[in-house]
């Protein structure tokens, strides 16, 4: 081959490799670069978390904010009775139904010392009220129950003496043996049965609930009446006067008899006096029966709490008269 011809060739070929190197090196026009998927960032609570991209043959997932996250409101367990409380409760209800009245209350207590229980919610009240239904039948009949006690009576004893002895009163003893409601002889040997403990009470202003304690064991409640106006003072005190068919002494100083009808005491007055650090000048302040039971549950009274004749007559029963040694029986009242 001619020499002149030969080396321009050689030069085109050389020119023509590395064009042909160049151009795979760069990528064509033609060629689709490879795809990059960009990596997902989300924020949470602590900082940002990288979520990796997902498979090619599958959308990426949708994400959601946990801030977006809606969460129910938690329920207080004190508004809804757990599963527990409600199987006490009918198996306390059941007892009661049978008479098993010792036992209902009971059942009714543990109930109140659950821990998710708060006084006064609606667990508490339906436990409460069983425990009401019970002792209501126990204190006013001679049904055995562990706070009753046996007194056999020896010669020259009298219903006085024997309700001092014993810290009770002559009518919690008839209302407790009905043997004596219609007859108060006793006789040698005769055997007598009282409730043996100590008395206490709470007043509940905003639930206008007067709670009975027996040896600090919820043992009765009953609906009462406070002051208008915020008028029922909150302290401690104790009840030291019990008077059957009250006269009202009026703050104007005029006396309304009993059976006038512009007395609003109703039936029975249990007098409070202060103690404890609160106010001595508290005075005049009582618990009292009413001719409007409609009123309790309300804010009514000049400040006293009232209660329906029925139920003060009952409590006045077994409130044991203050003096000698018997002490006398202390009463809260809370907001």
């Known amino acids: 081959m001619n020499p002149y011809f030969k080396y321009p060739l050689i030069g085109l070929l050389v020119f023509i490799v590395l064009v042909v190197l160049v151009v795979r090196g760069c990528g064509g026009k033609n060629e689709a670069p490879e795809p990059v998927t960009p990596t997902a960032v989300t924020e949470v609570p602590g900082g940002p978390v ?8 599958t959308p990426p997932p ?27 409760l009918d198996s306390a209800r059941e007892q009661l139904n049978r008479g098993m009245l010792e036992a209902a209350r009971q059942i009714a207590r543990n109930v109140l010392r659950l821990p998710e229980v708060v006084e006064f919610d609606k667990t508490w009240r339906r436990a409460a009220e069983i425990i009401d239904a019970a002792d209501k039948r ?12 046996k007194y056999v009576v020896v010669k020259n004893d009298n219903l006085t003496f ?18 004596l409601r219609h007859n108060t002889v006793i006789r040698p040997s005769q055997t007598i049965m009282f409730i043996a ?16 304690y027996l040896n600090d064991e919820l043992y009765r409640i009953y ?20 008077t059957e068919d009250p006269a009202w002494y009026r703050n104007d100083g005029q006396v309304i008899p009993y ?13 409070l006096t ?44 077994f409130i044991p008269p203050p003096g000698d040694r018997t002490p006398p029986v202390r009463v809260v009242i809370e907001e």
């Open 50 to 57: 990288i979520v990796p991209p997902p498979p090619e043959t």
């Open 62 to 88: 949708t994400l959601v904010q946990p801030s977006s996250v809606s969460v129910p409101s938690s329920v207080q367990p004190s508004l809804v009775a757990s599963p527990e409380a409600e199987k006490l």
């Open 138 to 149: 126990l204190m006013n009949s001679t049904a055995p129950t562990s706070e009753k006690k």
């Open 162 to 179: 024997i309700a001092r002895r014993n810290f009770t009163s002559i009518g919690a003893l008839k209302r407790i043996n009905e043997n």
């Open 197 to 212: 403990g100590k008395w206490s009470i709470r007043v509940s202003k905003q639930h206008f609930l007067l709670m009975l």
């Open 223 to 242: 609906t009462v009446g406070i002051g208008r106006d915020n008028r029922t003072p909150a302290g401690t005190f104790l009840i030291t006067g019990l």
């Open 259 to 271: 059976g006038d009808a512009e007395n609003l005491l109703g039936t029975r007055w249990m007098k």
């Open 274 to 317: 202060p103690t404890e650090g609160t106010d001595p000048t508290l005075e005049g302040y009582g618990i009292h029966g009413t001719w409007e039971p409609e009123s309790c549950g309300t804010s009514c009274s000049a400040g006293c709490v009232r209660m329906r004749n029925e139920d003060v007559e009952e409590l006045f029963d």
